[in-house]
């Protein structure tokens, strides 16, 4: 696997790319791989003939008092699994090579990025969006994937993509899930042991609604009141939001649409998110996407 | 001279320029077509195989009240123009080709976007930079071409193309002036004849300031109000700014540096811009590019 620090380096690869003909697949991360981040490696590896992960831990979609120098880093195990996996290459800019110094461009996707998660992180995804789109001018690919485990995250992206018409195919992947049904996530290494059991009920929460949906159920207050119960009776009382949304704009109008529930809460100290298709027949595993 | 209206019409023009390993150089316009706009054909011309004119009255950097729908739309002379000089595609894209309904997407270059021009046509740089990008991904052009005439959208450019990345080379080519001075503008239709007449103070404002700096004057409230002078022994009373800025960065303080004088001021209800490179032995017509 080539190991490609600068963009000169970057640039030399995609040429080579270039040269034979190869598709880029593209899986921009922050490291701290678990197996959903290689699921979406394994998908860009089904139609793509070569696969770039980037890992940058992007300081601008932190806000003021979030996790950024807590975030984990662990290069040499991320590095590890993207070799066994067969990965062809990693790119690891510099925060200079990302933002060269005396920067001034941001990308603004209003008002999908001040809602839900935005609303409490303000900032917070208009840095997401800035570098997705800086990142996708680096390396571009045939196609870029993204978990929908970041499901707002992943909406943004494609509407991001679609009105700048940049040349790139945007491709979402299930969320992968523990066993218990806990998202899997770089951050719920923070939980303690207790946290960790607790965390299961935003599984529970968002099958109770998808449950009671399929029973008929089409009224938006009712079904996130079902979830909701689920968390609370679970001990987790901070809770950012219980929404059920059209599932291609985020819209709160859905009525004759795919609905999709979004949830954000602190476990303890960590904030977790996660989400799920209501009209979906949805396994561990098998996921969203 | 190909005629290009849609997406999938460029794709494939691109597609064959990029099988025959042609470079393309890209100049997006407004259309109204003067020789300004030809120098750029030319300059891309020089170093690039394949050369493509876009013709798109953006409305997302008119604000209200300004002149939008006046604007003059004279794409029969455009066609002919662009076919005698040799230009191998102009692309003409609908509204909804440029911007697909429900876009949510805007690109910020700040503080450069809000001062100067940007402080008295608020958004205006905002548009300018989105439909850019957007112009850019589309035709995803080897390099593009842009007259200095507006420098302050010129140093925008290559800002946001530096700090997204963006793989294109931005050019920026000299101001093209009439025999009296008068920078050639689409704009200048609006005039009449005395305030033709009147206008040419602009180019002379510009000239007094810099020949006041190449004698050795260096302070910059000085420089501006020698250019001042100039504009309101002319009648010109209605002056948007003027301005010595560092040359590159467009900062107040330039010390050392090169400096640029930019001129905004209304002739009539003609809002006109002009702009100098006080060092250079500038000639009409050999400008500062």
Known sequence: MKVIKDRETLDGWLEECNRQGDEVGFIPTMGALHAGHLSLVAEAQKSCSKTI????????????????????????????????????AVFLPSTETVYPPGGQTFIRVEPLASQLCGASRPGHFQGVATVVSILLNLVRPRRAYFGV??????TLIKQMVRDLAMAVEVVGVAIVREQDGLALSSRNSYLTAVEREQATALYRALTAAKT????????????????????????????????????????????????????????????????????????????NG
Chains 1, 2 share one sequence.
């Not at 485990?149 to 992943?154: C, H, L, P, W």
């Not at 679970?234 to 059209?246: F, L, N, S």
């Not at 960590?270 to 209501?278: A, F, G, K, P, S």
């Open 149 to 154: 485990k970041d499901y707002q995250q992943f």
């Open 53 to 88: 992960v980037s890992i940058f831990v992007n300081p601008t979609q932190f806000g003021p008092g979030e996790d950024f120098a807590q975030y984990p880093r662990t290069f040499t195990e991320d590095r590890a699994k993207l070799e066994e996996v067969g990965c062809d």
């Open 212 to 287: 009671l949906y399929q029973d008929g159920e089409s009224d938006s207050k009712i079904l996130e009141d079902s979830a909701r119960q689920v968390l609370l009776a679970a001990g987790i009382e901070k809770i950012d939001y219980v929404e059920v949304r059209h599932s291609e704009t985020l819209v709160k109008e859905w009525s004759g649409q795919t609905p999709v529930m979004l949830i954000a809460a602190k476990v303890g100290k960590t904030r977790l998110i996660d989400n799920m298709l209501l009209n979906q027949e949805t396994a561990i595993n098998e996921g």
